[in-house]
C-alpha cells in the first residue's frame, strides 16, 4: 500500500480519519441455508471496517486469518490487525497481531501491508514499518523511508515477536508489501514486494526465513509504466501475490493511486512459466489496453491489494480492499469507512484469472465460498 511520497507520513493519520465505531463482527446483507459448514451466499464489504490490504490464509486451526495495515479501533492503535473466520463471509476481530512494535521502529506508527505463511510450527509475519529517526539522502535531501521486516509466533492470532532488525531498508516506500512463497518446482523460499515508483522484485529466502539467502540476488519482475501517460494503472505497481495454477505462476499486482481524493487503483495480472520470471503481462500477451483484471464501479473506488484464498471446492477467492463511494464522511468525502474487505470469486479463462462479476466488485447477493470444516494440513 502506499500514498503518494510527499503525504509518506500522513498514510496513517488518514487511515484512522475513516475508521468508524461499528460492530466487531461483519453480518453479510445475505445469510441462509450452511453449505459445508458455511453460508450459500453474501454480499460485499466481508468486513465493513477499515481493513487496508488485507491477506487472507486458512491455519491449522481450521480457521481463516485476515491481517491488515495499521489503523484505529475505539480508540486504541492497532500495528497490524486480525480477525478470523469460518467461512470466509463473518469476521472476528481479534484485535492486534503485533501488539509489541520491534525496539527499531518503537516511536513510529506506519506499520503496512502483512503477508503471514506457515512453515514448520511457526507463523511468519512479513510487514513493512518506519525506522526510528532515520533519514536517507535523495537528491541532496533527507527523507524517511521504510524497511521490510519479519516476525514470528506460534498461534496465527499472535502475538508476533519481530525478529531484532529489518530485513532491509531504504528511502521513500520502495521497500514495502512483502509476500512470501515457497516455490514447489525449485524448494526456494521466495519474498516478493516492491512500490515507490520501482519494479516488483524477488529474492532468495535464507532456510531460516527472517534473513534474504547468502549470495542471492534481487530479480526485478514487472515494471512501473515510466511514460506517466498511459491510463494502465500502472505509474504505480505494487502489492505482489503469486498464485501457481496449471503450470502458470500468476503474479497480481495493483496500481497506482490507492488513496485520497484522486484514487486510481486496480487490481492487474502478469504470469510465468517460472516462479522468478520472467514475466509477462496480460496486456503484452492478449493485446488489452491494460492488465486489470478487477477495477471501480458505481459503488466500490480503487478495488486492490488483493490476496488469494482457495476455498474446499478448489474454488480461488480474491480478498481485497476498496473505498464505499455510497457512505460519505461528514466533509462530504467519499469512504469514510476507510478501505473495507470485499471478496469475489476468481475464475480461469484461456490462460488467464478473471473476477467472476465481470471485472468489478460484486455489488449484489453472490453464492458464498465453500466451507470445509476440516483444518487445514500442517
Known amino acids: 500500500m502506499h500514498l503518494l511520497y510527499s503525504r509518506f507520513l500522513a498514510v496513517f493519520v488518514l487511515c484512522i480519519g475513516f475508521v468508524g465505531c461499528q460492530r466487531s463482527t461483519t453480518v453479510p446483507d445475505v445469510a441462509t441455508a450452511p453449505v459445508l459448514g458455511g453460508i450459500s451466499s453474501f454480499s460485499n464489504p466481508v468486513l465493513n471496517e477499515d481493513f487496508p490490504d488485507p491477506t487472507v490464509i486458512k491455519a491449522t486451526d481450521g480457521y481463516y486469518y485476515a491481517y491488515g495495515t495499521q ?8 500495528n497490524i490487525q486480525v480477525a478470523r473466520s469460518r ?29 503471514v505463511s506457515f512453515h514448520d510450527g511457526r507463523y511468519y509475519l512479513y510487514y513493512s514499518a518506519e525506522p526510528n529517526m532515520r533519514k536517507y539522502p535523495v537528491k541532496g535531501k533527507e527523507v524517511n523511508g521504510l524497511c521490510l521486516a519479519v516476525a514470528t509466533a506460534t498461534s496465527p492470532a499472535g502475538p508476533f515477536i519481530d ?31 516492491g512500490s515507490g515508483f520501482g519494479p516488483i522484485k524477488v529474492r ?70 517460472s516462479a522468478t520470471g520472467p514475466f509477462q503481462k496480460m496486456a503484452e500477451a492478449t493485446g488489452r489496453p491494460n492488465s486489470a483484471i478487477l477495477v471501480r464501479n458505481d459503488q466500490w473506488l480503487a478495488p486492490g491489494h488483493n490476496s488469494v484464498i482457495t476455498d474446499a471446492a478448489g474454488h480461488d477467492w480474491i480478498a481485497y480492499h476498496a473505498i464505499n463511494t455510497q457512505k460519505t464522511a461528514t466533509s462530504g468525502q467519499a469512504g469514510s469507512g476507510g478501505r473495507v474487505m470485499l471478496l469475489d470469486r476468481l475464475e480461469y479463462q484461456d490462460g488467464w484469472p478473471r473476477v467472476d462479476a465481470n471485472g468489478t466488485p460484486s455489488a449484489s447477493p453472490v453464492p458464498a465460498p465453500v466451507i470445509s470444516t476440516t483444518p487445514a494440513a500442517k
Open 71 to 78: 489503523t484505529e479501533r475505539k480508540g486504541k492503535v492497532l
Open 204 to 273: 532468495e529466502l535464507a532456510p531460516n526465513r527472517t534473513t534474504f539467502a547468502p549470495g542471492s540476488t534481487v530479480i526485478d519482475l514487472v515494471k512501473a509504466d515510466t511514460s506517466r501517460t498511459a491510463d494502465n494503472y500502472e505509474k504505480l505497481v505494487e502489492g505482489a501475490w503469486v498464485v501457481l495454477r496449471d503450470g502458470w505462476y500468476y503474479l497480481f499486482y495493483s496500481g497506482d493511486n490507492c488513496c485520497g481524493p484522486k484514487a486510481h487503483y486496480a487490481v492487474l495480472v502478469a504470469r510465468s512459466r
Open 87 to 115: 467461512d470466509l463471509v463473518m469476521w472476528e476481530h481479534l484485535g492486534d497481531a503485533l501488539p509489541q512494535k520491534p525496539a527499531w521502529a518503537d516511536t513510529t506508527q506506519n506499520f503496512w501491508a502483512p503477508h
Open 163 to 193: 525478529s531484532g532488525q529489518p530485513m532491509q531498508c531504504g528511502p521513500g516506500f520502495v521497500n514495502i508489501d512483502p509476500m512470501s512463497f515457497d516455490d514447489p518446482a525449485t524448494g526456494k523460499r521466495l519474498l516478493y514486494w
